[in-house]
């Protein structure tokens, strides 16, 4: 049985794990935005730096969550509510934030 205090401490345990899981765990794979140290956060503009921040977010979840039975399973509890989503774009906010810093924020 789950108590209001153990799931919000999940919710967060998740959320920090997210934000901080190494990036390059995250792309490493990326061909697009790999250079010669593995990782870049370079993109052309904020629609494909916020496509990145996406794809680090769900990333970081299947590396941290590596059973995929688990990982399914529990998304009908996630996805109908409306907090877990609300920490979701959190992350994926984070994400486009350092994205967009490494990007100067796509100024000219």
């Known amino acids: 049985m789950t108590t209001p205090l153990s799931t919000g401490l999940t ?21 697009e935005n790999t250079d010669a140290q593995g990782l870049s956060l370079i993109t ?17 979840v299947t590396t941290i969550q590596t059973d995929r039975d688990v990982l399914f399973s529990e998304r009908p509890v996630y996805a109908g509510s409306a907090e877990d989503l ?14 967009a810093a490494a990007n100067d924020y796509w100024r000219d």
Not at 14 to 21: P, V
Not at 86 to 99: E, P
């Open 86 to 99: 609300i920490a979701a774009s959190a992350v994926i906010a984070a994400y486009f934030d350092t994205i």
């Open 44 to 60: 052309d503009n904020p629609d494909e730096g916020f496509a990145l921040a996406v794809t680090l977010a769900r990333r970081s």
């Open 11 to 31: 919710r967060m345990m998740l959320c920090a794990c997210l934000l901080f899981l190494p990036l390059q765990l995250a792309v490493a794979d990326d061909d």
